[in-house]
C-alpha cells in the first residue's frame, strides 16, 4: 500500500507548483535569500543555470528529477520511484488554474536546476493536497528540479524513433549472442520476432481476430521466469484465452501467435521493441527487456455468432440495441449516466484531485467487471479472482478495451467511476471468458489509484 501511495502522489504534485509566466523571472520581487517571488506568493531561485536554448512551451516534453520536501521531510524522490536513474517524462499542457505546476516548468531551460517553494494555502486554494499532508501542520511544499531536456513534439517524435532503433539494434545483438551461446536455430521476422516450432500441431494457423488459448512460461535471457499458467506459484494454472491481433496482448505476441497452428508448440524471442520496451513492468521485467515466451497452442476458435446462431449483425445496429440495453439498465436502476459520442456511458461517484489522465501515461487502476445481468466476471479487490494489487497498463495505446482507453481519460487520481460499455467498445462478438458472451455490454466499477 505505501507504494501505491507514493506512486499516486506524483501527478498531485505536479498538479499545484507554479504560478507566474515565461517572464515572470523579471517581474517578481527579490527576498533576502535571492528568491523570486512570483504575483502567487510562489518563490523560487535558479540554483544552476543549463545551457539549454529554449524554455518548455506548452506541447514540449520534458525529463525531470524531481525532489519534493513538506517542511523539512522528504517525501518523494524520482530517483528511487522510477526505472533505475531515469528523470519522469512530463508533457507541458495548458495551465487550468492558479498553481498549476505546468507554468513552474516553463521557467526552465535544459540543464537548470532549480528549487520553488509553494505555500500549503496555494495548494489548499487549488483542491490539490498530498494524502500526506496535514494541513495544520504543514506550511510549505518545496520543490527542487533538474531539468534533463526539453524537446518539441516534433523533435520528441525523432527522439523516440531513434531510441527504438538504438534499442531494437541492442537487442539484436543480445538476442543472436543468446542463440550462440545456446545453439539455437530460430526464424527471423521482418519486424525483429525470433521463433523456434517443436510441433507444428495440425490445421490452418491462428488467424488475426480468433480467439486463441494457450498455455505458456515467460522467461527473461537469464532464465528469470517471471509469469507462466502451469507453474502453481504464479496461482493462475488455466489456460490463457485471448483474441489476437487485436492489441490485448503485446505486439510480439500479436505476430507470434499467428504462426502456430492449434497443437502448435514453440518458443518466441521478443525484443524490447515488440514488448513492454522502456517501461518497468514489475521487479521482474526491467526497462528494455527481451521475452523469451514457451506456449502452446491449445485451441483456436472463430468469431462466435450472436445468440441462436444468427448472423452477425452491422456495428450500427449493434450499436442501438446495446445503447437501448444501457440505457433501460440505467433507467431501471435510476443511475444518472453521461454518455460520449462513441456511444460510452460514464458515471462519476467521486471526484478526483489534479489533471485527467492522459494518452502515453501508465495508470494503475482498482476494478471490478460485471455484466448486465450482475455476474461478476472479474476484479482485482476480490480475492477470489487471485489477484488483488492495482492493476497497472499504458492508457491509450491499446492494451485494454477501448472502453477503458477512452473512460479512464475522464478520471483524475482519487476518482471514483462505473463504465457502461457498449460491446462495440468492448469485445464485440468474441467471447474472451465463459462469463462475457459475444455482444455482452460490460459495466466496470473503477478507481483511478495512480498516473505516471
Sequence with gaps: MKLILRKALLPMLLAVGMVGTADAQNDGKKTKDGFTVLPSGIEYKI????????RAAVGDHMELYIHVYMDDSLTFDSRKMFSATSPVPVKIAPTKYEGDMMEGFMLLVAGDSAVFHVPMDLMRKAGNVPPQSKLGEVEMMIYEIQAVSVR???EEAKYQAAQTAKQGAIDEKLLKKYFSKNKIKATKTESGLYYTVSNKGTGEKAKAGQKLTVNYTGMLLDGTVFDSNTDSAFKHPTPFSVVIGKGNVIKGWDEGM??????????L???????????????????NSILIFEVELLD????PAVAGNQ????PAEQAKIDDKLIQDYLKKNDIKATKTESGLYYSISQKGLGDNAAKGKKVSMNYTGYTLDG???DSNIDPKFKHVQPFEFPLGAGRVIRGWDEGVQLLNIGSKATFFIPSGLAYGPQSPAPAIKPN????FDVELVSIQ
Design 269 to 287: 524471442y521478443i525484443p524490447s521493441t515488440l514488448a513492454y520496451g522502456a517501461q518497468d513492468r514489475s521487479p521482474q521485467i526491467p526497462p
Design 152 to 154: 518539441t513534439e516534433e
Design 375 to 377: 455476474t461478476v466476471f
Design 440 to 443: 455482452s455490454v460490460l459495466i
Design 311 to 314: 448472423p452477425q449483425l452491422a
Design 300 to 303: 483456436i476458435e472463430d468469431a
Design 258 to 267: 499467428l504462426l502456430f497452428s492449434k497443437g502448435g508448440k514453440g518458443k
Design 47 to 54: 540554483i544552476k543555470h543549463g545551457d539549454g536554448k529554449k
